[in-house]
């Protein structure tokens, strides 16, 4: 079975903290890796992505950091705020309709 | 452009009983896609569709049926509702090729007792 590992399930940081949240996969036909980011009671809305032959990708204040070897990556969001506290979910992609598998989610909160 | 709509936003459903979500996009996108959330397991894949009459099925199916008649719309219809179908189900859409950018919709928080 397809499976994406994210850690950690929670993470709490002071404002201008740096949270970083990890993942894993398993399948090496997995094609695009995106960040998704969920308010409450929204549904989620993509933030970054990467492919897998780029090993960082940054937008604003978010990186992806890929580590192909390892089939690993991860989201940092550099200067974080209250605003970026939500819940964020690592993804994976496969095949020419590339849908998603996701991870079990992080929920940050980032204390003022 | 309204994006992706979903009706209803809550409902209680009793073991057994019918029940059809709806999703519509206004975006003009290929693909439209199912999803569930539960906690602590992120997001499942429940059905998909390519165009308009392509459907397939994702990881978690069993106990739903969908159908893509037109390029906007894509009801989700659960057939006989149990209560391990209570969720917060998502519909998304996307561009052709570009499906890990999905667009998705408020959400149905739905309850079965």
Redesign the interface.
């Known amino acids: 079975q397809q499976q994406v590992k994210q850690s950690p399930q929670s993470l709490i940081v002071q404002k201008g903290g740096i949270p970083i949240i990890n993942c894993a996969y398993e399948n090496t036909a997995f094609d695009y890796f995106p960040w998704y980011q969920q308010f409450p009671g929204k549904g989620p809305a993509l933030l970054i992505a990467i492919r897998p032959d780029v090993s960082e990708k940054k937008e604003g204040r978010f990186t992806i950091s890929f580590n192909k070897s390892a089939k690993q990556f991860s989201l940092h969001i550099m200067d974080s705020q209250p605003g970026d506290s939500a819940t964020y979910f690592c993804a994976a992609s496969l095949g020419s309709a590339r849908q998603l598998t996701f991870g079990s989610g992080t929920q940050l909160t980032v204390l003022p | 452009n309204a994006g992706?709509t979903q009706t209803p936003k809550f409902q209680v459903l009793k073991t057994g009983q019918s029940m059809t979500l709806q999703c519509a996009q206004d975006m003009n996108h290929e693909?439209m896609?199912w999803?569930r959330q539960d906690p602590?397991?992120?997001?499942?894949?429940i059905h998909?569709s390519?165009g308009a009459g392509i459907t397939?099925q994702?990881?978690v199916p069993n106990g739903y049926n969908v159908s893509r008649s037109t390029t906007e719309d894509f009801p989700l219809r659960l057939l006989s509702a149990a209560p391990s179908q209570t969720s917060v189900y998502?519909c998304?859409s996307?561009r052709g090729?570009?499906?890990?950018?999905?667009?998705?919709?408020?959400?149905t928080r739905l309850t079965v007792t």
Do not use: H, N, T, W
């Not at chain 2, 602590?40 to 894949?45: A, E, K, N, V």
């Open positions: 992706v693909y896609s999803y602590g397991m992120g997001l499942r894949l998909y390519v397939d994702g990881e998502f998304a996307s090729g570009k499906g890990y950018e999905q667009y998705f919709g408020p959400g």
